[in-house]
């Protein structure tokens, strides 16, 4: 089974622990490392391979959910600014990479993808120490879903 369906497997089935929340189009999830704080995806769900893949309306809803995440990671830390980044070249089902950026980024990668970090060597997700973090973006959202009815 391809990553991105076991994930989404997972999640429905209430075994992924870095499930945010159920979004419109799929599940906001917490990165399986936080070498940026807060880093997130956005898992379609049902999985699809690509953008292309989903009608007009299920693209916008989608879209639409990876700015909300945006949003809430933006409220629920001290980012100064969002990244987004569909690729789905070594993982070929849509997914969005949302990466929180920080002024105290190492000068030689606050400028520069977050791919330029050491992936190998960061702090893997945990509860224990993201968990904080992973309930105040579910409340942001939360409330901007409770606003938005």
């Given at each position: 089974?391809?990553?991105i369906t076991?994930r989404?497997?997972?999640a429905?089935?209430?075994?992924?622990?870095?499930?945010i929340?159920r979004m419109?189009?799929g599940?906001?999830?917490?990165?399986?490392?936080?070498f940026l704080?807060?880093?997130?995806?956005l898992?379609p769900?049902?999985v699809?391979a690509?953008?292309?893949?989903?009608?007009a309306e299920a693209?916008?809803?989608?879209l639409q959910?990876?700015?909300?995440i945006g949003?809430a990671?933006l409220?629920?830390?001290?980012?100064?600014?969002?990244?987004y980044?569909i690729l789905?070249?070594?993982e070929?089902?849509?997914?969005?990479h949302?990466?929180?950026?920080?002024?105290?980024?190492p000068?030689?990668?606050r400028?520069?993808?977050?791919?330029?970090?050491?992936?190998?060597?960061?702090?893997p997700y945990?509860e224990?120490?993201?968990?904080?973090?992973r309930?105040k973006i579910?409340?942001?959202?939360?409330?901007?879903?409770?606003?938005?009815k």
């Open positions: 089974m391809a990553l076991e989404v497997a997972l429905r089935n209430g075994g992924n622990d870095k499930v929340c419109p189009s599940w906001a999830v917490m990165g399986d490392v936080q704080p807060g880093y997130c995806l898992l769900d049902p699809v690509s953008l292309n893949d989903l009608d693209r916008a809803v989608y959910d990876m700015a909300r949003d990671v409220q629920a830390t001290d980012a100064l600014r969002m990244n980044e789905g070249n070594s070929p089902e849509l997914h969005c949302i990466f929180p950026r920080y002024a105290n980024e000068d030689d990668k400028r520069m993808p977050a791919w330029f970090y050491d992936w190998k060597s960061a702090v945990a224990e120490v993201h968990g904080a973090l309930k579910a409340a942001v959202l939360a409330e901007h879903q409770a606003a938005a």
